[in-house]
């Protein structure tokens, strides 16, 4: 399932990088239905969810992004980002 799951994502990942992140984004949920650990399509996901204003749903996908993604990069500080403006809007 992961792999097929895998096809799905590269589908969309171009959407995604080209910042069309609510598009991309119903592609990157069901990447993340079969393959839970699919850290670009965790963020993908809960970027498309901030993006749409359902925070409650972007935060967990966000949250699990960090946790699967180690590196100090830019995906790592838009993720810390959108989550920091999901808390101030709380």
Known sequence: RYQAAGVVFE?????ADAGDEVAAGPLMELVVEYWPNHHMALYHAGAARFESGS??????YLQRFLAEYALQDGWRSSALAMLEAIEAER
């Not at 589908?11 to 959407?15: L, M, N, R």
Request: charged share 20%; net charge negative; proline share 18%.
């Open 11 to 15: 589908a969309g990942h171009p959407a």
């Open 55 to 60: 925070y409650d749903v972007a935060e967990p």
